[in-house]
C-alpha cells in the first residue's frame, strides 16, 4: 500500500505529549481510534481511519487486507507506492515494473483487456482466445511472455506429432499448421490441394486422400494430367478393353489419358477422331470403334479418302461389279473410292462424268437411258476419246439398211469423227439425225426441202446418185448438176435443147 498520512488536528492531551513519543512518528491522531484500552495490541477490527483521505486510496482487493499486512512498521509513512514493494515480481522483471500493464486492483488474474485481446505480435483468435495465459506461457513463476515463439508447432508438436489421418511426421509435413488448420477448432483441417499443381475438380474433389496418397505417401509429384502414371488409375487402364489400352499404341498410352478421359465420369471417355486428321462424319460418325480398328490396331494412319486401301471397304470393293471395280482402270483404284462415293451412304454413288473431259447429257445421261455398260463395253473403263465412232460404229455401219432415206456413210465416204457425226447428229437423239445443207451454199427450199425431209419426191440419192456426195453444184446449176439435165432434154414445149 501507498501511505500519505494527512495532517491531523486533533491535539493529543497534555501529559501524553509530554511524558509519551509515539511509535508511529508524526501520526496526529488519538489513539483510541485503533487501540483498546485493554492494551495496545491488538487494535480494533475496524480502526477510526480514512485511508481515501491519503495518497493511497484503498480499491478492489486492498480494502480487504489488514493494516498490518501493509504496513508492517509502525511509521506508517514507510511503505512505498510501487506493486512490487509489496509484492513479489514473480515474471522475474520479464514484463517490466507496470504491473497495471496487465494487472488490476480487482486481482492478478484480471488481467486488462488489452493484454486478453492480446494485441501484439500474436492477435488472440478463434479458439486461442478462451485460452489461459499459463496454458502458453508456462509457469507463472519463471513463466516467459516475451520472446515466446508463434509457430503452431511450439504449443501444438504433440498434436502434430500424434495425427494419424494423415501421420503428418511420416508424410513429411512441415510444421506449419496454418496451411490447414484454423484458429476457430483444431479439427476440419482444410488443404488448398490447387498450391499443388493440381487442382481437385468434379470426381477428384470428393475422393478421400489416402486413395490416391497410398502408404501415406504425400510426397507425390503428378501432373493432373498424368492419370495412369501416377498410379491411381493405372489398374484400370490396364484392364480396359474397349479398345485394349496397353496394346492400342500412343494415343492410347498410359500417359494420355485426358485425351479421353475427364474428371466429370472416368467411364464415359470421348475421342476427337479429328485430332488424327480423319473426320468422322455421317455414317462413320456411329460406326464401333472396332470396325476400323481391327484387331485393335490404332496404328492406322489412314488418309479420309483412302476407303479402299484402309482394309475398311476393300471387301465391297473387290465385290462390286457395276462395274467390276478390280478391272475398271485407275479411277476404280482402292484409293479414288471417294470419287464417286460419300460417307452418307456408301451405296449411293455418283460419277462426275465430266471429269474425264466427256460430259454426259442427252441420251449419254446415266444411269437412264443409257447404262454405264453401253458404252464401257466388257467393263472397259479405259476410253479415253470422246469420239462418237467408239460406240456408235454399229450405226454407222448399218446406214445403207436404211435405203435412199440415210446416205450410205461408208459409200459416200463421210468421215468417222465425232466433228463430223455432230453436223447431222446431237446427243439429245441419236436417229434424228438432220443436216443443214445451207451450211455447204445450197440451201433446200420447196421442193428441195421435201426431198432432204423424206417427202414423196425422191430423197438425198435422187441428187447425190451412188452415194457421191462429193458434188460442188450451186442452187442455180439446175441443169449441168445433172439433177434436171433429162428433164431438160425431154422438154418439147419449147424444145430446150434446140432453143439455145
Known amino acids: 500500500m501507498l501511505l500519505s498520512w494527512p495532517a491531523v488536528s486533533a491535539p493529543l492531551p497534555a501529559g501524553q505529549r509530554e511524558t509519551t513519543r509515539s511509535p508511529h512518528g508524526a501520526l496526529a491522531i488519538p489513539c483510541e481510534n485503533c487501540h483498546t484500552a485493554t492494551g495496545w495490541r491488538p487494535i480494533r477490527a475496524v480502526p477510526e481511519f480514512d485511508h481515501n483521505k491519503t495518497d493511497y486510496p484503498l480499491r478492489g482487493m486492498h480494502e480487504k487486507v489488514q493494516c498490518t499486512q501493509c504496513h508492517v512498521k509502525p511509521v506508517f509513512t514507510d511503505v512505498g507506492k510501487n506493486c512490487q514493494d509489496c509484492h513479489a515480481d514473480i515474471h522475474q522483471r520479464k514484463m517490466g515494473t507496470d504491473c497495471a500493464q496487465c494487472h488490476t486492483v480487482l486481482g492478478w488474474n484480471n488481467a486488462v483487456q488489452q493484454v486478453k485481446d492480446h494485441q501484439n505480435r500474436f492477435p488472440l483468435f478463434g479458439a486461442h482466445a478462451a485460452v489461459q495465459c499459463e496454458d502458453c506461457h508456462k509457469g507463472a513463476a519463471v513463466g516467459q511472455f516475451q520472446g515466446l515463439s508463434t509457430a503452431c508447432a ?13 501421420n503428418h511426421v511420416s508424410a513429411k509435413f512441415a510444421t506449419t499448421c496454418e496451411s490447414c488448420h484454423s484458429f476457430d477448432s483444431w479439427l476440419g483441417a482444410k488443404f488448398d490441394h490447387s498450391t499443388t499443381g493440381f487442382l481437385l475438380t468434379n470426381g477428384h474433389a470428393n475422393v478421400p486422400c489416402a486413395s490416391c496418397h497410398l502408404n501415406n505417401n504425400y510426397n507425390l509429384t503428378t501432373a493432373p494430367t498424368d492419370c495412369g502414371n501416377s498410379g491411381c488409375h493405372l489398374t484400370t487402364w490396364q484392364q480396359t478393353n474397349n479398345p485394349v489400352h496397353p496394346s492400342a499404341g500412343a494415343a492410347f498410352a498410359v500417359a494420355n489419358c485426358s485425351g479421353c478421359h475427364n474428371t466429370i465420369s472416368w467411364t464415359t471417355a470421348i475421342f476427337d477422331h479429328s485430332t488424327t486428321g480423319f473426320l468422322l462424319t455421317n455414317g462413320h460418325a456411329n460406326v464401333p470403334c472396332a470396325s476400323c480398328h481391327v484387331n485393335n490396331n490404332y496404328t492406322l494412319t489412314i488418309a479420309p479418302t483412302d476407303c479402299g486401301n484402309s482394309g475398311c471397304h476393300l471387301t465391297k470393293w473387290q465385290q462390286t461389279t457395276t462395274p467390276v471395280h478390280a478391272t475398271s482402270g485407275a479411277a476404280f483404284a482402292p484409293a479414288n473410292c471417294a470419287t464417286c462415293h460419300t460417307t452418307k451412304g456408301w451405296d449411293s454413288a455418283s460419277f462426275d462424268h465430266s471429269t474425264t473431259g466427256f460430259a454426259l447429257m442427252g441420251t449419254h445421261a446415266s444411269p437412264s437411258p443409257t447404262p454405264c455398260a ?45 466433228a463430223a457425226c455432230a453436223q447431222c447428229h446431237t446427243i ?45 453444184i450451186t442452187p442455180n446449176d439446175c441443169g449441168n448438176s445433172g439433177c434436171h439435165l433429162t428433164t431438160w432434154q425431154q422438154t418439147n414445149n419449147p424444145t430446150h435443147s434446140s432453143s439455145l
Open 154 to 166: 511450439s504449443c501444438h508438436l504433440r498434436d502434430f506429432q500424434k495425427t494419424t489421418n494423415p
Open 374 to 418: 453401253a458404252c464401257h463395253v466388257s467393263n472397259n473403263y479405259t476410253l479415253n476419246s470422246a469420239d462418237c465412232m467408239g460406240c456408235h460404229q454399229s450405226a454407222w455401219n448399218s446406214t445403207p439398211s436404211f435405203g435412199g432415206t440415210v446416205p450410205d456413210h461408208i459409200k459416200a465416204g463421210f468421215p468417222a469423227t465425232a
Open 428 to 472: 439429245t437423239k441419236w436417229s434424228d439425225g438432220k443436216f443443214d445443207h445451207a451450211a455447204f451454199g445450197f440451201p433446200l427450199t420447196n421442193s428441195h426441202a421435201l426431198v432432204a425431209n423424206g417427202g414423196k419426191v425422191p430423197s438425198c440419192e435422187s441428187c447425190h446418185i451412188n452415194s457421191n456426195y462429193s458434188l460442188s
